[in-house]
Nanobody, 119 residues
Framework: HVQLVESGGGSVQAGGSLRLSCVRS????????MGWIHQAPGKEREAVAI???????VYADSVKGRFTISQDNAKNTLYLEMNSLKPEDTAMYYC??????????????WGQGTQVTVS
């Protein structure tokens, strides 16, 4: 049974920073990748950052140069470092696993989400 638990969200002023964490428990078979997906009120979910098992990364244009995705395999933890935050980054942020890895086409496992609010 795979569980993903996010933490680190909160309220911050524009220009500030936050670091989100996602701890995974349970085993995911095969080759998979991990990602952060956000959903703003009234909008569809959008993947903002994805990382493959080999460490390769993909970012949405809206966050390139500001957000950094990383993972610590020894701790089964995924991170999202968010800098230079903007009000338009306000959203619920979900951690998810894409299995098998298609860089965003097959999100199989989801966390419960953590709210980020930028004012």
């Amino acid at each position: 049974h795979v569980q993903l638990v996010e933490s680190g969200g909160g309220s911050v002023q524009a220009g500030g920073s936050l670091r989100l964490s996602c701890v995974r428990s349970g085993y995911i078979a095969g080759r998979y990748c991990m990602g952060w997906i956000h959903q703003a009120p009234g909008k569809e979910r959008e993947a903002v950052a994805i990382i493959g098992g080999d460490g390769s990364t993909v970012y949405a244009d809206s966050v390139k140069g500001r957000f950094t995705i990383s993972q610590d395999n020894a701790k089964n933890t995924l991170y999202l470092e968010m800098n230079s935050l903007k009000p338009e980054d306000t959203a619920m942020y979900y951690c998810a696993a894409d299995s098998p890895c298609t860089y965003g086409g097959n999100w199989s496992y989801w966390g419960q989400g953590t709210q980020v609010t930028v004012s």
